[in-house]
């Protein structure tokens, strides 16, 4: 994985001393690639199969579903075989500019629910800017989108955002990405500094 930017010591990781550990221990792998592939989990797009070295989005897939603890990835598949917490990536293509897709009904509300609703599509959607970022940052996008589903949040629900960001975020941390979140938690510091400094 990329690991450029951890060359710049920082405060936050206490600089060298921190590079060496990470470089050192280095990511658990529980599963091989092959072993991702071709599971419900695994991204299928209109045009069939997308690999794993399709493009960056791709490659931070494997790497979470190949480091992803046994017991979550267990669920997570099953998740995806079903009918009621099931999921389709969406991954466009960095030069589509525009289409028309259709997207499958992934989630079939039980109908006895206090509060029914229509069947739908949920969509794991991982913008093309991401092909623009850093490896790490890819991948604590990725882990941080399947610990939402993982946990069953709702995602139209606005009115408990922070909370869930929390509880996404703090699994993803359980999960092994810590190196992962805590960059993507420096340039998310950041990129709101810099909007708050208009630029
Ligand atoms: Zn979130």
């Known amino acids: ?6 060359r710049e010591p920082t405060q936050e990781n206490g600089g060298v001393a921190m590079r060496e550990r990470v470089g050192r221990m280095g990511p658990t792998y529980y599963r091989s690639l092959e072993t991702v ?24 897939i494997a ?8 017991d979550w990835y267990e669920q997570l598949l099953q998740q995806a075989a079903s009918d009621e917490d ?24 039980p109908e006895e629910a206090v509060l ?8 794991l959607y991982l913008s093309p800017t991401l092909e623009r970022a850093a490896d790490a940052i890819v991948v604590a996008e990725v882990a941080h989108e399947l610990a939402h589903i993982a946990l069953a949040h709702h995602v139209a629900r606005m009115n408990d955002y922070e909370a869930q960001e929390a509880e996404a975020w703090a699994l993803v941390r359980t999960w092994g990405f810590v190196h992962e979140e805590r960059r993507h938690r420096t340039l998310r510091a950041k990129q709101d500094k810099a909007e708050r400094h208009g630029g």
Not at 89 to 108: E, N
Not at 117 to 122: G, I, L, T, V
Request: glycine content about 4%; aromatic content about 12%.
């Open 116 to 123: 029914p609703r229509a069947p739908h599509a949920r969509m």
């Open 86 to 109: 099931s999921f389709s990536w969406f991954i466009p293509h960095p030069l589509m500019r525009a289409g028309l897709w259709p997207f499958p009904v992934t989630v079939h509300p």
């Open 1 to 6: 994985m990329d690991e450029r930017t951890d």
């Open 37 to 60: 592939l071709w599971t419900a989990l695994w991204p299928t797009t209109e045009s069939g199969f997308s690999g794993p070295d399709a493009n960056r989005r791709c490659r931070a």
């Open 63 to 70: 790497e979470v579903l190949r480091r992803l603890p046994l």
